[in-house]
């Protein structure tokens, strides 16, 4: 676990501002993938990256940037805050497809006011 | 795209009691269905899986089922234990596919009482 790390791991900025979240993970893990938990949602997905400089959008794409021009970073950004994007974000990575087990970093918990 | 429906969304059982969560998916192409286990203020972690050329599979007082005719698999817990108490999260996944991502279910709180 400590393979995949996320930061800032709390962050409160105001609605407008641009905000970046990290992912990093140190396996090398070709999948990665940003999820958003919001109570009475579950885990919804965001965006995903098979590989660098490939990325595909998930299930709430909107108002979300990613990109992955390395491997182990897949950083996500928020270019115009909105108080709902108030929520904990996971980002998680899984070796390859056909690989089974998704390993999740510990979480970003982003308030926007 | 996938869909997956988790029931239900909160579960109370008596210790030792036995606990179980149904889940059901959209996409016939699914052949991977992991269940994961988030306690409170953590990370989601794998606790089983079952592919789709398998019934079921058990691990110690944990089982999964997969009905893949009728597109739904469950989670078993058998003498619950107070460690137990969490929140549980089915998913679905076509692994191996170009449009390989796991979609989870909304998640079932599962509380062990004393």
């Known amino acids: 676990d400590a393979g995949i790390t996320q930061s800032p791991r709390y962050k409160i900025t105001e609605t407008g501002r641009q905000v970046t979240l990290m992912c990093h993970q140190t396996w090398s893990h070709s999948y990665m993938f940003w999820y958003r938990q919001d109570l009475g949602h579950g885990l919804r997905l965001i965006y995903y990256s098979a590989a660098a400089d490939i990325t595909d959008k998930g299930e709430v794409p909107d108002g979300y940037v990613v990109s992955r021009s390395k491997t182990e970073n897949f950083p996500l950004t928020l270019e115009s805050a909105t108080r709902s994007q108030t929520s904990v974000y996971f980002c998680?990575?899984?070796?390859?497809?056909?690989?089974?087990?998704?390993?999740f970093g510990p979480g970003t918990r982003l308030t926007v006011t | 795209g996938e869909n997956v429906e988790q029931h239900p969304s909160t579960l109370s059982v008596q210790e030792g009691d036995s606990a179980v969560i149904k889940c059901t998916y959209s996409d016939s192409a699914s052949n991977y269905f992991p269940w994961y286990k988030q306690e409170l203020g953590k990370r989601p972690q794998l606790i089983i899986d079952i592919r789709s050329n398998v019934g079921e599979k058990k691990d110690q007082r944990i089982a999964v089922t997969l009905n893949k005719t009728a597109k739904h698999f469950s989670l078993h817990i058998t003498e619950t234990q107070p460690e137990d108490s969490a929140v549980y999260f089915c998913a679905a996944s076509k692994v191996g596919n170009r449009d390989d991502k796991i979609i989870f279910g909304k998640g079932t709180r599962l509380h062990i009482l004393p």
């Open positions: 998680a990575s899984r070796q390859y497809s056909g690989a089974y087990e998704q390993y």
